[in-house]
């Protein structure tokens, strides 16, 4: 069959990997306890997804947390620490998406605001084939999503055209990087519900998909 896209840009957390709610949350939560305790700095999970989708956490430590360099390299070691204890779960309808993809000839490309070896570790514990390229947390932060370097590269490295190619993000950096590229984007509105967030997708997303399923019947129907 003719993939509808010959390479799929996934973002990794909580458009693959259902973490956000078992990893990442509550490692904010420690490094708030050991940070800033006392702060009430603490936010629930749907907060924490709105933080995450704008301004974005890295703005949130500098700008709210005011956390000084060396407490951000502490809040780094403390998010390792739960992401290397804990393997987080690939939704069903992705594993089944990157399955396919690959089988048909097509890319898997990742951006994503995780590092380079849990996702890799991820994909591994899933039974899935590494994917062609990945660009996470360990670039520089003028690299990092929502900088189009992920696209630029996909484009060079795989002879690709921008037509070729969809992103998937649950959140507005992955969009931001998409608009920028000149690249068709996919809101996965799977992980959360967050009113502020779908209101955005729904208005500027170029497709909106509740589950997964809609989405693989989407990129493969015949």
């Known amino acids: 069959m003719d993939l509808r896209y010959r390479c799929l840009i996934l973002d990794h957390d909580d458009t693959v990997v259902n973490s956000t709610a078992v990893v990442h949350h509550p490692a904010y939560l420690d490094a708030v306890e050991k940070l800033r305790p006392g702060s009430h700095l603490e936010m629930s999970l749907s907060e924490y997804f709105q933080i995450n989708c704008d301004p974005g956490f890295m703005a949130y430590m500098e700008k709210v947390m005011k956390l000084s360099e060396e407490e951000i390299a502490k809040e780094y070691e403390i998010w390792q620490s739960w992401v290397r204890r804990i393997v987080p779960e690939v939704y069903p309808g992705m594993k089944r998406i990157i399955l396919h993809q690959k089988e048909e000839g097509g890319f898997v490309c990742v951006s994503s605001?995780?590092?380079d070896f849990n996702i890799r570790r991820d994909y591994l514990a899933a039974g899935l084939?590494?994917?062609d390229?990945?660009?996470g947390w360990e670039l520089p932060k003028e690299?990092?999503?929502?900088?189009?370097?992920a696209v630029d590269?996909?484009?060079?490295?795989?002879?690709?055209?921008?037509?070729d190619i969809l992103m998937v993000d649950d959140l507005k950096p992955g969009w931001e990087m998409a608009e920028a590229a000149g690249i068709d984007f996919?809101?996965?509105g799977w992980a959360h519900q967050v009113p502020s967030i779908e209101e955005f997708m729904e208005k500027n997303a170029s497709f909106c998909f509740r589950n997964p399923e809609k989405l693989e019947a989407f990129?493969?129907?015949t």
Not at 143 to 149: A, G, H, L, N
Not at 153 to 163: C, F, S, V
């Open 133 to 135: 390229l990945v660009f």
């Open 219 to 221: 990129l493969f129907e």
């Open 113 to 115: 605001h995780s590092v």
């Open 143 to 149: 690299q990092r999503k929502p900088s189009v370097f």
């Open 153 to 163: 590269a996909i484009l060079e490295r795989l002879h690709l055209e921008r037509k």
């Open 186 to 188: 996919a809101w996965a």
């Open 129 to 131: 084939p590494e994917p």
